[in-house]
């Protein structure tokens, strides 16, 4: 089984609908990611989380919401979708410590919003 | 934030090398990443460098200049399950969170 784990792994869905991205981790970092990839722009991160007290935004968090459960859970929220959030997202984990920011990513999960 | 530049896509032959380079503008260095990520997959970490130099690991070199904000990731031994989109990446100067490259995708041609 994978270690970071996300769910679902392909979605397609309209323009307005609500579309929650789920991420697990059994890593046991304190350190959880959310990046969307895409294609000529690289990974940009949407909104992280040090420990489960703790949310930040990232470059791109206008039209996402974010909620950390619990250490291992981290989930991304499109309370409204639009068609430009069509892209690539990657659940992220790193443990903060020895490399300054070594990255474990889930397999991906692929949004198409119509 | 940081700014990070690397070419789009390179060519070369199975058995060459390649040299995938990478410029960056940090406030503050803690370091650089080159990942790998090959076509839907996710990326997977391939070196880190602190230190200026070269850092050797089997058929994959990264090399670090922190006075010119440059590293270059170097290939050997080109294989085909090299074609991949190589990432480049910085850390923040005091949160640690990594910033991206674009990517740079490398086909190799038999």
């Known amino acids: 089984d994978a270690d970071v784990t996300q769910t679902p792994r392909n979605r397609i869905t309209k323009t307005g609908k609500r579309i929650m991205l789920e991420c697990s981790q059994t890593k046991g970092h304190d350190r959880m990611y959310w990046y969307r990839q895409d294609p000529g722009l690289g990974l940009r991160l949407i909104y992280y989380s040090f420990d489960v007290k703790d949310i930040n935004k990232g470059e791109i968090s206008d039209g996402y919401s974010v909620s950390r459960q619990a250490q291992a859970k981290f989930s991304l929220s499109l309370e409204s979708a639009i068609p430009n959030q069509t892209a690539l997202y990657f659940c992220?984990?790193?443990?903060?410590?020895?490399?300054?920011?070594?990255?474990?990513f889930g397999e991906g999960s692929r949004l198409t919003v119509l | 934030g940081q700014n990070i530049d690397q070419p789009t896509e390179m060519t070369a032959t199975e058995g060459a090398i390649v040299q995938i380079n990478c410029t960056y503008q940090t406030s503050g260095f803690n370091g650089l990443f080159w990942y790998q990520q090959h076509a839907g997959e996710a990326p997977t970490f391939l070196s880190y460098?602190?230190?200026?130099g070269l850092e050797e690991k089997g058929r994959f070199s990264s090399f670090l200049s922190r006075s010119k904000g440059y590293s270059y990731l170097l290939l050997k031994e080109l294989q085909m399950k090299d074609s991949a989109s190589y990432l480049c990446a910085v850390p923040g100067s005091n949160d640690y969170k990594l910033s991206f490259g674009a990517g740079t995708t490398v086909t190799v041609r038999a």
């Open positions: 460098n602190v230190l200026d």
């Open positions: 992220a984990t790193s443990d903060g410590t020895g490399y300054a920011g070594e990255l474990f």
